[in-house]
Every structure is written in C-alpha cells, then in structure tokens.
C-alpha cells in the first residue's frame, strides 16, 4: 500500500488550492531568518529533510503515517516545533494528541483508512505555537533594534546614483522624498537588506515593483512605472510580509487582519454605510477558465458548451447541500489531477481529459455515491470556489413553508449519537417533568 502511494504522490493535494493557482509563501522564509539548510526530521521515524525541502517532509508523514499538521505555515520555527512532538510521541501513543480521522466510513471495512490530525486545538499544541511564535517575535525585535543602531549602512540608491552611508533610514527617507518610492516608515522594517536586495532583484529583471509584469529595458520600465505611479511595492505580495514587523506580532495574523481590527476599533457606532459597494465575486466553470460574476450564467455555460447540469443531478439523485458540495469538489479535484471523474481514466494533461469527457459522454455519467460522498470532499479543492456559495438545498423553496420548518437541524455526520442523547438539554429536561409530576 506505501508503494502504491509512493508511486501516485503526484496526485496528493495537501492544501486547498487557489484560482488562479500561486504557490503559498511562508511568513519569514529569508536567508536571515531561516536556515534553509537545516536537517527537520520526521516526528514518528528517522526519516530527514532540509528545511527547504518542507513540502516533502509533510507529504511523507501524509503518505507513510497518514499524519496531517494543521496550519504548518503559522508555526513560527518548525525544526523546534517538530522536534518536541518527536519527543512526546516517543513517550506516548500518537493518539494521545492527535485527532483521528476515518475515511470512506460509509464503505467496506477493508477500504477504510485512519487518519491523524496534529493541531492547535490541543492546548499543548497551541502553547507549543505561542510560545514559537514569542520566541521568534523576540528575535525579529533585536534584529530589528541592530539594523536601528547600525552604522555601518551603504548602498547606492535604486532610482539614481546616489550612495548613502551610515543608518538605513537616510536611504529609505531619501527614496521617499525623491522618487515618492515609500516602503512604510523604517522602524517598521526589518531585515532591511534582504528587502532591498530583493526589490533590486526584481528592477535588474526589468519587472515592475507593484504590477510584477516584465519590460524589454530599463527605460520602458522607467517610464511605466512613472507614469502608472507604480512607485510602490505590491500589499498583496505576501513575500513582502517577512520584512514588516506587524506580520510577527500576532499568531496567524497577517498584516491585513491585524489593520483590520484596529480600524473597527476607530470605528463609530452611527457610521454611514450607504455608499459601501460589494466586490463582485466571480465564479469559474468546472471544464474551462470561463467565470461569470452571475451563477446561472455560469451554469448555462456550463451545460450549453459542456452539456453539464448541475441542476439535474441535484434534482435526479436527491441532493443535500452537503453532497453537492462535495460533488463540485470531488468533480473539482479529479480534473485538476487529469482523471476523468466519470470513469478514471488517467492522462496527461488538463485539456487531454476535457476532451475525454466530452467525447465519451462523460460529462453527466457519475461514479457511485459513495466515491464521492466522502468527508474529504467537505473541503475545497479550490478555496476561493464561488460556485460552492451558489449552491442550494433541494427542499429550499418547502424548508421555509412546510409542515417541518421548525424542526431543529442536525449535522449529517454525527459521531456518538448515544453521548448526544445524553448530554442533551432534552434529556434534562424530561427528568425535571418526571420529577416534579
């Protein structure tokens, strides 16, 4: 069975991914920071790997322990974070700290695999991260406080040949002042020098500092950023946020959320929201790149080019709002690792297996319920999926209007139904009436 994973790790989707897709950058990851050469080694075996090479290291404890770490990008130092769990698990069973997931529980007995969930709802574990994450802060401050009394500073300004020595912050004022370049002001910066080296990386490549796109010459590139005001670096590039302290100060907070919270504290209780406008949110096809800020725009593509309607199979097979999210992910999944859903086949690319599916009438033909109707298919393949938020429950219309509108709501996947009955503010209460009659 290893081997066989081994021989299919390709098709392994250990994170959501994203539209368009972009590899995740972590908090911090700069030569200063991190020793990319360090050896990190596998919590439950002496299986090592440099950690620059994380993601092969997490897909080995997938593959061959079938453990998963939750939020591996939010630890703040992993080596120290792997290597205490290492020593716990040596003295106590695994389950002991983590969660244990069963998959295909609905299927034969034979087919069913257990699963471990590391995370920081333990307590251990969330001190754990807490205490990483104080230690790393307390680090980036007094890197922060030698780049502050450095004096040793030189380097020739990016925009002009100006050479500036002694503190930093001469140079990172004078770009401000001469070439309205800002990067934020210099007591929120570190590692100061990497920064620059990066954004001299990115000019001497002849790429724009804010759009990222690509110019034939320097003067070209001069020009559009002039006169597009691109003076500026990308907010939303997070390979800017190891060289901000806000990104340090909060456990898996990013800069945005922590300015987003001391905005609503600004806030007034009477403020006028009348002018405040939706972003539209786009939709994307389950077969092509199209997207279509309108659901049924999107669905009539869907079933007029692709001969797919989702609305038939939800009314055919009797769908819940829950299997129809699973279904889109499930459908979502296999095309993005090339399988074609309905009979899986194998090929080698996207637009190979597309054509498979039109050509063989595929496309309306599903596998059986329970391929699919599985937990793991609870998460989105694609995070930001705007067609799991269209989808409704087939009953909608009658929830709201029919004789079981009050009936309270339970979860599809109930795991001890004899500790609910327990436990049930019900069961209290019937004992209560008993007592008093």
Known sequence: LVKRLYNLNYEWILEPLCFPEQPATDIGTNSSSHHDMEVVTCVLCSHSAPLSEKDRLLKHLVLVHKLVIADVKLI???????????NRISEQPI????????????????????????????PEDRVLREHLQQKRLEEILEQQQRERDDDSFQRICMFCNDEFNGNRSSLLNHMARE??????????????????????????NLQCLYCEKTFRDKTTLKDHMRKKQHRRINGNNSEYDCFYIINYLELGKTWEEVQSEDDREMEDEDDDWSDWQAHPVCAVCLFCEQQSESMEKIYTHMEETHGFDLHKLKTELNLRFYQQVKLVNYIRREI???RCYGCQEKFGSKPE?????????????LPETSTWDQPQYYFPTYENDALLCALSDSDSESEHTGPWRDVPVIAEDISNLKVLKQTSVLSHLLKNTDSSS
């Open 95 to 122: 389950t002991d700290f983590c969660s244990v997931i069963k998959t295909n529980s609905q299927g034969p007995v034979e087919k069913q695999e257990h699963y471990f969930l590391l995370c920081d709802v333990l």
């Open 76 to 86: 703040a130092d992993f080596p120290k974070y792997m290597e205490y769990w290492k």
């Open 179 to 204: 070439h309205s370049f800002s990067v934020g002001l210099p007591d929120n910066i570190v590692y100061c020098v990497e920064f620059l080296d990066h954004l001299q990386s990115k000019l001497d």
């Open 353 to 365: 297996v597309i054509r498979h599916v039109m050509e063989a009438g595929h496309v309306m033909q």
């Open 336 to 338: 993005h690792q090339c």
